[in-house]
């Protein structure tokens, strides 16, 4: 089955030690986004690719960072974390930008922690 | 930007059950989609919907573009059913990202 795959499910990290999440994709869509879910709160999109175009919001903490090798992985890098960082982490894919072609689909999130 | 309101933010039924869920919306969309997030946190698609009706067993959704809403309704609650479920858009013209509402946490007792 196509799907959106994260590694790992969860991750542990120390207060600022650089921590990398993964997802890669097998519905070979061109859009890739990155969203920060924190406990009861709704997603928040923190940027999203459009093939090899990166997009940022323009309220994500530059410590958050993004690489998208190739059209099936996309990588957050959070550079510092700190406590406030702790969250969800989700990513989703939608086919391109235009109407019934930007439904979006989600993987199964990386929870992480920090210590 | 735009705006996205759900109600009720809580809802406790019995099993067997209906229930509506609303989202309110303050701005023209290109995309309207209707989540479930299950107790592992991943979100499944409900519904793709930013105009007209849908139906997919047990669950069906409305939207009404011109009047900014959309409507997902359960009907014959299960367990299964409880969980958040999240309204979010995309606004029609650029921002190209989903913004989602607050959620309606659903509890279903047995």
């Known amino acids: 089955d196509a799907m959106v795959i994260q590694n790992p499910r969860y991750q542990v990290t120390q207060f600022g030690k650089p921590v990398t999440l993964s997802c890669s994709q097998t519905?070979?869509?061109?859009?890739m986004y990155w969203y920060q879910q924190k406990s009861s709160q709704a997603p928040k999109l923190l940027f999203h690719y459009y093939d090899k175009d990166f997009n940022n919001e323009a309220d994500t903490p530059d410590n958050f960072q993004s690489r998208r090798p190739n059209t099936s992985f996309c990588f957050l890098d959070i550079r510092s974390p700190g406590l406030g960082d702790a969250a969800m982490y989700l990513c989703?894919?939608?086919?391109?930008?235009?109407?019934?072609?930007?439904?979006?689909?989600f993987g199964p999130g990386t929870r992480l922690t920090v210590l | 930007g735009i705006q996205v309101e759900q109600s009720p933010p809580d809802l406790i039924l019995q099993e067997g059950a209906n229930s509506t869920l609303r989202c309110n919306f303050s701005?023209?969309?290109?995309?309207l989609q209707w989540f479930h997030q299950n107790p592992w946190g991943q979100l499944i698609n409900l519904f793709y919907i930013p105009s007209g009706t849908k139906q997919n067993g047990r669950l069906s959704a409305t939207t009404v573009a011109t009047e900014r809403y959309s409507l997902l309704y359960i009907s014959s609650s299960q367990t299964t059913d409880s969980g958040v479920y999240f309204c979010a858009v995309d606004k029609a013209q650029g921002a190209q990202k989903l913004v989602f509402g607050q959620g309606t946490r659903l509890t279903i007792n047995p």
């Open positions: 519905l070979n869509h061109n859009v």
């Open positions: 989703a894919t939608s086919r391109d930008y235009g109407s019934s072609t930007n439904e979006q689909f």
């Open positions: 701005d023209s969309v290109n995309n």
